[in-house]
């Protein structure tokens, strides 16, 4: 195919990004689950091409969408199991944190705002009604959640399946000086993508085991599913254990827990939820990507501010990819340099 191919079949160009476009506004609603599905098949390439040296490719791809779901399900079963475990304590805490705020003669809240009971219940009704608003939508939205569950396990089996195949295809229409510079920005995808979500279940483990020091020192006892849960919360980005932390300081100023509340504000914050984030993740994911740990860390939280969720993705990828793209138009214009000075007396293009 000749080099010019781009400039010789401009109809087709244009045709394609219509489609593209046209594509992109119909599936707009469901962007996210194809933006993790995608991103999670790249990521799980590796397990298909060692399964697919004992079996075939689509056995392998099955094998692997099946991998996913059973991991998808313990997750939540594990989530589901702590929690109903530890219902009755977790009912406990909640108990304690609304007599504190309910008992007029004792809150300070009451004395600082001025609030009386009237108005505490009208906000613990809020709340309820609140919260039941929010299971209400689940339920009702259960045949759309459970609709893009699927299309994120079909997509992701049909990647696993498809993706290389569609990726050398799509290279082979390439040829020269672009071709070098694509698979080099999809090898910096792929090494970020990497970055993300493996750097995101050891940044889970370092979570959980640091925190079952701190919950042991604090002294609230259920060691294990506190970890656990911070562990857990680790998989909602930024936030994560920081709501937790939150929790159990409130109900530390509800029992007047003074060593509790200074635990929690000076040394679990920033061991449990801080340090992970800031200081843990930026540098092995900068290892990976070979960019330096505060750039990362920039396309992390600007990403999840700017694009909500879908930003712990795309955030960190796409800052990726304009730096990878800068070092490559540096890199031409070095080579194009150098061609002017070995041929001086090569005229103006």
Known sequence: MPDDWLHQDR???YLFIVIFTMAAVTFWQIADVLVFSVSIAVVAMPLHDRFS???SPGLSAALVTLVLILLFV????FAALILLQNQSYMS???SSIVSWISTSQTSPLSSVFHINQTQIDGLLGTQQKALSQWTNSILQNITAIG?????????FSLFIYKGKEIYHSTISMLEGRLKHNVEKLAGSAVDTLYAIYIVQLI???ITFLLAIPFFYVLGYGHVFFFSALAGLL?????????LLMAFLGVYAVSISDTRGLLLLIFIGYPLVCAFPDLFIRPVLMGKRTCIHPVIMWVGFVVGIYTLGLVGFVLGPLILSLLINGYHIMKEDRTVCELGKEQDPHQGPS
């Open 53 to 55: 040296h004992r079996m």
């Open 147 to 155: 609709f893009k569950i699927g299309v994120f396990f079909l997509t």
């Open 203 to 205: 940044i889970i483990l």
């Open 74 to 77: 313990g997750v939540l079963a």
């Open 11 to 13: 109809f087709t160009l």
């Open 92 to 94: 406990e805490l909640i």
């Open 234 to 242: 680790k998989i909602v980005p930024v936030l994560g254990p920081s």
